[in-house]
C-alpha cells in the first residue's frame, strides 16, 4: 500500500482510461478546518466524542463535501463509514431537509450482518447531534432510518411502503427487489449511494448485479447520484473507481445513440474490419460510453499486524501415519487427526485471551469446532456463527459478542466485513484464508481502532495447507492485497 493521503480525480474516457490525471483533495488541510465544513452542532459533536479526524474523513469530507462521488482506500478502524455518512447526515439535518417523503441516503452492504452493525452504530451520532441541537435551541430534522435485507419482516417492509425512511441501509439483492416492486418510487429522491467493503464485490457476479441496479437507480432519479465506496482492501483502485461510478452513454446532447436498421451494415463492417485504423477506433470511442468522474482518496497505510503461523503437532508428515494406540481385537485402524492436538490448543489459547474470534473457511466445520470446544472445556465456552442461523439467533450473538460476553466465537466470512467487534483481542484463522485480502480483513477485526495493532494466529491444516499459510502471512505484512 501507499502511504499518505493522496487524492486522484479519474476521468475515464474511452482509451484516455490510461492517462488519469492526479490533484490533491484535501491534502494539507487540517483537522479544525476540515470540521469546519460542517454545521457548528455536527462539527461540536464530532469535537466532545471523537480525539482526533483520521486521514480518510479529512481526505474525504472535503471531496464528498463538494458533491463529487469518490473511493476511499484506509485500513480497517479509522472511520471510514463515518467518513461517509456524516457529511450527508449533516446536510440532511441542517441544511436540506426533505421537502416530501423519500429516501435520500442509500447504504448498501454486502452483508446482513454489517447492515444491521451500521444501522446500529448509526443512531449513536443522530441521537447526540439531536441532544446538542435541542439544548442550543437549533431548528433540526431528525431523519427516519430504514432497513430491508433478507431478514426484514413482511411488517417493516409494508411500513416502508408507506412510510419510507431517509436513511436506507439494504443489501445489493434487497436493492434490486425493491427497485422491481412499487416501493421503487420511494428511491426517486436518492442523491446519495454508499457502498460499503466494495472490494468484495467488484470480481463477483453480485458486483456485477449490483452495478446494473446501480443503473437502473441512475434512470430512476432525475438528478446525477453521488457514489460513494469504501473498503481497506481494494486494488487496483482506478478499476474500482469505474466500477463504482459506471459509465454514460455521450454524444449529441447527452443522448443515447444505438444502432438502427439504417446502418446496420455499417456495424457488421465495423466488427469485421480487422484493419482498422487507430484514429478510426478513437473516433468510435469517443461517441461511445463515458466512465463518470471519481475522486480517489488514498488514505491506505498498512496497519500494524502480530500475526503468527502455529502448528499444534510436532511433524505434519506424520498426521497420515496409523494411530500406534493400542486396539481392541477387529477395531478398524483410525488416522492421526489435525483436530486431535489442534482443539486442546485452541481452548488454551481462548482461557488466555478476553474476547477470541475464529475463522474457518465452511460452517460444518464451524459447527463442529464450537461443539468440540464445548466438550472439552466443559462448559459453554464457544459459539458459532454463520449465514444458515436464524436471524434471531445471529443477533443475540452478534450483541453478545460486542459486549464481552463470548469467550469464544467460530465463524465462517458472516462476520469478515467492516463489523465493530469492539472486545475482540485475538482472531485465529484455521487453515490458510482464502484470499490476502480475506485474511487483512479477518485478523482486521481485532484491534479494530484507530492506530491499535491486530494480532492473529494462522493454524494449518495439512503440510500443502502450511506453504499457503506462511504465503499469505508474508504478503499480508507486505500489504500485498
Given at each position: 500500500m501507499q502511504n499518505g493521503g493522496r487524492a486522484a480525480a479519474v476521468r475515464s474516457k474511452g482509451k484516455s482510461d490510461r492517462r488519469n490525471q492526479t490533484q490533491g483533495v484535501g491534502s494539507g488541510v487540517s483537522p479544525a478546518s476540515v470540521l469546519d465544513l460542517f454545521h457548528p452542532v455536527t462539527a461540536n459533536w464530532f469535537r466532545s466524542v471523537y480525539k482526533d479526524v483520521t486521514a480518510p474523513q479529512r481526505e474525504g469530507w472535503p471531496a464528498i463535501a463538494r458533491g463529487e462521488s469518490t473511493l476511499i482506500l484506509a485500513p480497517t478502524g479509522t472511520g471510514k463509514t463515518l467518513a461517509a455518512f456524516l457529511w450527508c447526515v449533516d446536510r440532511l439535518m441542517f441544511r436540506e431537509p426533505p421537502a416530501t417523503p423519500g429516501c435520500r441516503i442509500l447504504y448498501i452492504s454486502p452483508l446482513k450482518a454489517l447492515a444491521v452493525d451500521v444501522e446500529r452504530n448509526l443512531r449513536s451520532p443522530l441521537a447526540g447531534m439531536t441532544e446538542l441541537a435541542r439544548r442550543d435551541g437549533v431548528p433540526i430534522h431528525v431523519p427516519e432510518i430504514s432497513i430491508r435485507t433478507g431478514?426484514?419482516?413482511?411488517?417493516?417492509?409494508?411500513?416502508?411502503?408507506?412510510?419510507?425512511?431517509?436513511?436506507?441501509?439494504?443489501?445489493?439483492?434487497?436493492?434490486y427487489l425493491l427497485l422491481t416492486s412499487g416501493a421503487s418510487e420511494a428511491l426517486r429522491s436518492i442523491d446519495t449511494v454508499i457502498i460499503d467493503e466494495i472490494h468484495a464485490l467488484v470480481p463477483t457476479k453480485r458486483g456485477a448485479h449490483l452495478a446494473l441496479s446501480l443503473e437502473r437507480l441512475q434512470a430512476l432519479c432525475a438528478h446525477p447520484v453521488q457514489r460513494i465506496g469504501l473498503s481497506a482492501t481494494q486494488r487496483p483502485l482506478e478499476e474500482v473507481a469505474r466500477f463504482l461510478a459506471g459509465a454514460e452513454e455521450q454524444g449529441s446532447g447527452g443522448t443515447q445513440r444505438h444502432p438502427g436498421p439504417a446502418n446496420?451494415?455499417?456495424?457488421?463492417?465495423?466488427?469485421?474490419?480487422?484493419?482498422?485504423?487507430?484514429?478510426?477506433?478513437d473516433a468510435r470511442e469517443a461517441s461511445g460510453p463515458r466512465f463518470r468522474p471519481?475522486?480517489?482518496?488514498?488514505?491506505?497505510?498498512?496497519?500494524p499486524l502480530r500475526l503468527s503461523v502455529q502448528v499444534p503437532v510436532e511433524d505434519m508428515a506424520k498426521l497420515r501415519d496409523l494411530d500406534d494406540q493400542p486396539r481392541a481385537a477387529g477395531q478398524t485402524p483410525k488416522y492421526t487427526s489435525i483436530w486431535q492436538p489442534m482443539h486442546p490448543r485452541l481452548l488454551e489459547i481462548i482461557r488466555s485471551r478476553t474476547s477470541t474470534l475464529i475463522f474457518v473457511n465452511a460452517r460444518r466445520i464451524a459447527e463442529r469446532m464450537a461443539g468440540a470446544l464445548n466438550e472439552l472445556a466443559g462448559e459453554p465456552i464457544a459459539r458459532a456463527h454463520h449465514g444458515s442461523l436464524a436471524a434471531a439467533q445471529r443477533r443475540e450473538i452478534e450483541e453478545m459478542l460486542k459486549a464481552g460476553q463470548l469467550r469464544a466465537l467460530v465463524c465462517t466470512s458472516s462476520l469478515e466485513?467492516?463489523?465493530?467487534?469492539?472486545?475482540?483481542?485475538?482472531?485465529?484463522?484455521?487453515?490458510?484464508?482464502?484470499s490476502v485480502a480475506a485474511g487483512l480483513q479477518r485478523i482486521g477485526r481485532a484491534g479494530h481502532s484507530v492506530g491499535a495493532p491486530s494480532t492473529g494466529i494462522i493454524f494449518p491444516k495439512y503440510r500443502a495447507d502450511l506453504v499457503a499459510c506462511a504465503a499469505v502471512t508474508q504478503a499480508m505484512h507486505e500489504g500485498h492485497v
Open positions: 431478514d426484514t419482516p413482511q411488517q417493516e417492509r409494508a411500513r416502508f411502503r408507506r412510510h419510507p425512511g431517509e436513511i436506507l441501509i439494504t443489501t445489493p439483492e434487497s436493492l446496420t451494415e455499417a456495424v457488421v463492417q465495423d466488427f469485421t474490419d480487422a484493419l482498422e485504423t487507430e484514429a478510426a477506433l471519481v475522486t480517489i482518496v488514498n488514505a491506505g497505510t498498512r496497519k466485513l467492516g463489523i465493530d467487534m469492539g472486545a475482540i483481542d485475538l482472531v485465529i484463522q484455521v487453515e490458510s484464508p482464502p
